[in-house]
């Protein structure tokens, strides 16, 4: 009813190719997350979306639809700016009614549903100002209303949060969230924040350099990342990588004379010699007694710990193997002295291994 | 499929008539003054030919005998010309002082009655110049600077302050004070720190409001057509008023007067237009 | 601050109140007295004769100086908005264009830098009917009849009024279009979203903000409304036979031709009373306009 469409959606400015021929299925009432890096595209292809700019070649469908030339208006679509692009002239009343007073609305009609969206965002105490009277969050929910006032198919979301502050950025995630579970459409989200993508997500595209480079789940692209740059760009803290090289299918060997077993995911497919990434997740990295307690090959490493990161619940340590600085958690944690020498256990199961001239995974 | 198309020509269709109106507006803007120009450069007897002659002849028979002095009746081309570069520029130079130091009264100071001395000021430069030419013509007449250049001087002094002060003090009002206190700091007193600091941040604002007061003394007539009598003081639009009042049918010449009026004002325009528009808007906007 | 030193603003500001003082405002308190006079330039003795407000009567029960006020006023009326509509359109038009902006706007500026007498002498080249532009171009096209552009009163005034609007678009043009420049961008694609077509765009979002834009042109424009005299001495003189006379011709010709200058100043206070009003009509309009779309944020 309401899916959303990509066919090699392709856009240039003069020589410059901005978005190389992306295609993209978004089922009815899914929030996707286009997520990335500055410049990889992902605001132009939702403003594509949206009908602000051109599309130079490829072709964009909404509830069945093609809408390549139609105008804003015609896509039946809401969007949320990165600035709220609230109309400074007019009160918070005005700017949630303003659409339906354009499509010519009867009055009533026009006064539910902005009495509607203004309950659903708390807003009640703030409609006759004006939207330089409202702090960031507050304006941030006047966008919001403004967009949901009208029912449209299809939600657009630019980078709504990037203007807050780090504790409002998580209120609002949260209340995003609710919107998504109360009124059910379609969302389209933009931001080059990768938790906003893990969290809100009911599937995530990331982009990079107008190519996507994975569709997938949250879960997904955390678990079974497809090259260095997802399992790097997803994940807080990042994956640490390690470079190495393939001794008899059975071993990789990393610098140091530190050696480890190829992880099951992996047996079978490598080939000796082969230059390779060894990939693992901070979670995957605890000192013995201060880890998760589970099934599963394991390794033990001697670390000496060069740097602490108190978190409360956990703490992250710094610690080096084979040259490389890697980043390694430990739970229900105790005071660690900077050098101190701990033994680690290295979780192989859920270790990735990624070919080095090719950034990919290799994976069964 | 078929809203698209539709779009995609409506699009099309717009563009082309932006075009043509662009177009079509920049040639209005542009023809009056190209026109001149070519006649002024066409000899008497194909500008007075009946039927009209389209294919233009060029010939330097009009500058020559402007240039000449003693032909054409003898207008002293020269003597206009030259009343005008010395009173505009004399008149700027003056305003500009006056005006800076005003505007940055306005723009640095608090003092009572602030609003109402400017909203005064302003006033004053709404009489219309054909207005104070009367009683001017009249004072000056008993003091004595009738067909002078002081005479002419001190009323456009007095006509470019207000605005002067104006533009002055919008730009100033941009340079934070903190600048000033630094370089008190730093060891200048008042008039150092204002000269050495200030001024030359307000450079391009103290330029637009000296190309403004420039061209508002360039191109005055209502006054200037009053207080000169003679050739010794008369600015070179009376020159051309006087020109067209005495010569009608030689176009070509009146031509040739126009565009030796227009170029020092044309050139100006060249190479200061990102000013011109910053002094339009800021004095303005942020006022 | 020692009490004997002059606080200094007010020593900065001397010089322009003394030159103020001496060159505009004491010739216009003259000028106040004289109206009060049947001064006239060939008997300077009538200077001190007082008539209280024979001369300000006079004027008032004179056909001609209401109908030089008259077309005066109408003249002002029809050509500013004229000049504010096209401005206005001008300004969109230059706006949309994505390259070569630069150069439109320096276009845009050349009729600003020419003095009204040029402008005046221009359009009289080219609207004589002789050997004019226009009259030229019709005679080509295959009309046979020399258009009286400058002599016919109707077509006399709308020669007048085309060349002060050539003029003084431009004011408007550029002025709105740094206004145009000036505006966030987001509020206007967010109108897009929202439903409206580009003339709802325009009226309900953009014109709002242009207002004060709109309000300094008029302000700065009033200022310059009486350069229309230089235009009109130089393309008709108020003739022929009055039929183009605004109210500084008038005034002109009472003062320096008839030499009734007492006469002249008192029609010169009119004058001046109606420019001021004007400006100060759209100075109130455009504090007005600011507050509304709250400039400060």
């Known amino acids: 009813m309401t899916e959303v469409t990509l066919s090699n959606v392709v856009k240039r400015y003069g020589k410059h190719q901005a978005v190389h021929g992306i295609d993209l299925g978004i089922a009815d009432g899914e929030f996707v997350v286009l997520v990335g890096p500055s410049g990889c595209g ?132 949260v209340e995003i969230k609710k919107l998504h579970q109360k009124v059910g459409n379609t969302i389209i989200y933009v931001t080059h924040d990768q938790v906003e993508a893990m969290t809100l997500a009911d599937r995530i595209v990331l982009m990079r350099d107008g190519h996507i480079v994975q569709v997938g789940t949250p879960l997904e692209l955390f678990n079974k990342p497809v090259d260095t740059f997802v399992a790097t760009f997803i994940g807080s803290p990042p994956m640490n990588l390690i470079n190495g090289t393939v001794m008899g299918a059975e071993v990789i060997q990393l610098a140091d004379g530190v050696s480890v077993p190829v992880p099951s995911s992996a047996r079978g497919l490598v080939t000796d010699g082969q230059k390779v990434h060894f990939g693992f997740r901070a979670d995957n990295l605890m000192p013995e007694g201060h880890s998760v307690q589970e099934e599963g090959e394991k390794a033990s490493l001697d670390l000496s710990v060069t740097l602490t990161e108190p978190l409360g619940t956990e703490t992250l340590l710094f610690t080096e193997i084979a040259g490389t600085e890697v980043q390694a958690k430990m739970l229900n944690p105790r005071p660690v002295r900077p050098g101190e020498k701990l033994t680690f256990q290295l979780m192989l199961d859920k270790c990735h291994v990624f070919d080095a001239a090719s950034s990919n995974a290799i994976r069964s | 499929m078929d809203r698209n198309q539709s779009h995609r020509n409506r699009k099309r269709m717009l563009k082309a008539l932006h075009f043509a109106a662009l177009f079509m507006t920049m040639s209005i803007i542009c023809i009056p003054g190209l026109w001149i120009v070519l006649n002024s450069f066409r000899p008497t007897v194909e500008i007075m030919a009946k039927p009209p002659v389209w294919t233009p002849s060029f010939t330097l028979e009009h500058y020559r005998a402007m240039f000449g002095g003693a032909g054409e009746g003898g207008v002293p081309v020269f003597s206009y010309f030259r009343n005008s570069i010395i009173v505009s520029v004399v008149s700027t130079l003056i305003a500009i002082l006056i005006g ?92 150092q720190a204002f000269w050495r600091v200030e001024f030359p941040v307000a450079r391009s604002g103290v330029a637009s409001a000296a190309i403004f007061a420039f061209l508002t003394s360039w191109n005055e007539f209502a006054l200037a057509s009053q207080l000169t009598r003679s050739v010794g003081s008369k600015t070179m639009p009376v020159g051309l008023l006087d020109f067209t009042a005495e010569f009608t049918i030689n176009w070509g010449g009146m031509c040739a007067l126009a565009v030796l009026m227009i170029v020092p004002a044309l050139i100006l325009t060249f190479l200061v237009q990102k000013h011109l528009i910053a002094g339009l808007t800021f004095g303005g906007v942020k006022g | 601050m020692s009490r004997r030193r002059l606080p200094e603003w007010f020593v900065l500001l001397l010089p322009a109140f003394i030159v103020i003082a001496a060159v505009v405002l004491i010739p216009l308190i003259f000028s106040l007295y004289s109206s009060f006079t049947p001064y006239k330039l060939t008997r300077p003795s009538t200077l001190w004769k007082w008539v209280g407000t024979y001369n300000y009567e006079k004027i008032l029960t004179d056909a001609k100086f209401w109908a030089a006020f008259g077309r005066t006023v109408l003249f002002l009326t029809i050509v500013l908005n004229l000049e504010l509509l096209l401005g206005l359109g ?97 509020p206007l694609e967010a109108a897009k979203v929202d439903g409206c077509t580009a003339w709802q765009t325009f009226r309900h979002i953009t014109l709002p903000f242009l207002m004060p834009f709109i309000y300094i042109a008029m302000t700065i424009r009033s200022l310059d409304v009486a350069r229309a005299y230089d235009i009109v001495q130089i393309m008709t003189g108020g003739g022929p036979a009055r039929r183009t006379e605004l109210l500084w011709t008038l005034m002109s010709r009472t003062g320096y031709v008839d030499a009734r200058m007492g006469l002249a100043n008192a029609m010169g206070y009119v004058s001046i009373l109606l420019s001021i009003l004007f400006t100060v009509y759209f100075f109130k309009k455009l504090s007005a306009a600011r507050a509304e779309i709250g400039m400060a944020g």
Request: net charge positive; glycine share 8%.
């Open chain 1, 42 to 173: 992902k605001s132009t292809t939702l403003r594509m979306i949206a009908g602000l700019e051109d599309i130079s070649g490829g072709e964009i469908s909404i509830g069945g639809r093609v809408v390549n030339d139609l105008p804003p208006r015609e896509r039946n679509i809401s969007m949320v700016f990165q600035n709220y692009a609230l109309y400074p002239h007019m009160t918070v009343r005005e700017n949630l009614g303003f659409s339906l007073s354009i499509a010519k609305k009867p009055v009533a009609e026009i006064e539910s549903a902005v009495r509607q969206a203004a309950e659903i965002l708390g807003l009640d105490e703030l409609m006759e100002r004006k939207p330089a009277e409202l702090s960031g969050g507050q304006r941030q929910r006047v966008a919001m209303g403004r967009a949901i006032v009208r029912h449209p198919d299809v939600f657009l979301f630019d980078e709504p949060l990037s203007n807050l502050d780090a504790k409002l950025r998580t209120q609002m995630r």
């Open chain 2, 100 to 191: 800076m130091s005003g505007g940055y009264a306005f723009a640095r100071y608090r003092f009572k009655g602030k609003a109402g001395y400017f909203v005064g000021l302003m006033l004053f430069r709404a009489v219309p110049g054909v207005a104070l030419s009367l009683p001017l013509f009249i004072v000056f007449a008993r003091v004595g600077i009738i067909d002078t250049h002081l005479g002419l001087i001190l009323a456009y002094v007095a006509m470019n302050v207000p605005f002067t002060i104006w533009l002055t003090d919008g730009f100033f009002r941009q340079i934070p004070k903190e600048l000033h206190e630094a370089a008190e700091i730093d060891g200048c007193n008042r008039w």
């Open chain 3, 90 to 186: 001008i300004a969109l038009m230059v706006n949309k264009v994505t390259w070569g902006q630069r150069s439109l706007r320096t276009v845009l500026m050349f009729p600003m830098m020419f003095s009204p007498i040029l402008v005046g002498f221009q359009f009289k080249f080219i609207f004589n009917d002789n050997i004019g532009l226009v009259n030229n171009v019709l005679q080509s096209m295959g009309f046979n009849a020399a258009l009286p552009w400058l002599v016919d009163g109707k077509l006399a005034m709308f020669s007048i009024m085309f060349a002060e609007i050539w003029m003084s678009t431009s004011v408007f043009a550029i002025l709105i279009l740094a206004g145009l420049f000036a505006m966030p961008r987001d």
